[in-house]
């Protein structure tokens, strides 16, 4: 059974461009997360998914940003207008749908505006 | 809202030797789930230990145990016979008993493991 993939693992933009990050939940696995770890801090929460469903988008900035989890296919994290502030480390998790605590991370897209 | 502090930044241990990584939390609910993740230079996150609130029993993993002081709010990780591959940081987290729970992170200690 594949872990959670993420691609690209590292992406490159100028500011002012857009940025797209994928996760691939585990096989079976009902949740997404994603997290943000900027440089020397812990993970910070933004936004929960379910299949075409927005759970929970409280930690999401409310501008430029955008997440979904379609039917078929990845979750889509989406930076609009990338500025410099946005250079992190995204995480993905996913969790079974009845052990949601349990969360399997993705080995993370590393986000650079240059 | 749910806090989690993790007070050492950076903690070093003798391989081989016994270290212990402190963290606290925060929170009003009496059922929640508690964490310590470690993330290696490669910067995936690897869950270590798991410990529910419910549970009296401090959880153990091979090398690996917590204490768990509910009253306090204490949960914090035992490294026994420490190896040059556990250097890493580790994150303390935090994760409500309800269908999809986010986790809070503390802000992590960096460990070393000195050969």
């Known amino acids: 059974n594949a872990g959670v993939m993420q691609n690209p693992r590292h992406l490159v933009r100028r500011r002012g461009q857009e940025a797209r990050l994928r996760c691939s939940p585990m096989?079976?696995?009902?949740?997404v997360y994603w997290y943000r770890q900027l440089p020397e801090e812990g993970l910070k929460f933004m936004v929960y998914l379910q299949k075409e469903n927005i759970i929970d988008e409280s930690g999401m900035p409310k501008e430029r940003f955008s997440a979904e989890f379609p039917k078929e296919g990845p979750s889509i994290l989406r930076i609009q207008q990338v500025v410099r502030g946005d250079s992190a480390a995204y995480f993905c998790a996913s969790s079974p749908l009845d052990r949601a605590y349990e969360q399997y991370f993705g080995p993370g897209t590393r986000l650079t505006v240059t | 809202a749910q806090t989690v502090t993790q007070s050492q930044p950076e903690m070093s241990v003798q391989e081989a030797e016994t270290v212990t990584l402190s963290c606290t939390y925060d929170t009003s609910e009496s059922d929640y789930y508690l964490f310590w993740y470690k993330q290696p230079p490669s910067r995936q996150m690897i869950l270590v230990i798991r410990?529910?609130?419910?549970?009296?029993q401090n959880a153990t993993e091979n090398r690996f145990s917590v204490n768990f002081q509910k009253a306090a709010k204490s949960f914090s990780l035992k490294i026994s016979d420490s190896q040059l591959g556990d250097a890493a940081m580790y994150f303390c987290?935090?994760?409500?008993?309800?269908?999809?729970?986010?986790?809070?992170f503390g802000e992590g200690t960096q460990l070393t493991v000195n050969p």
């Open positions: 987290a935090y994760g409500r008993e309800t269908s999809g729970s986010r986790l809070t």
């Open positions: 096989k079976g696995h009902s949740h």
């Open positions: 410990q529910e609130a419910y549970k009296q």
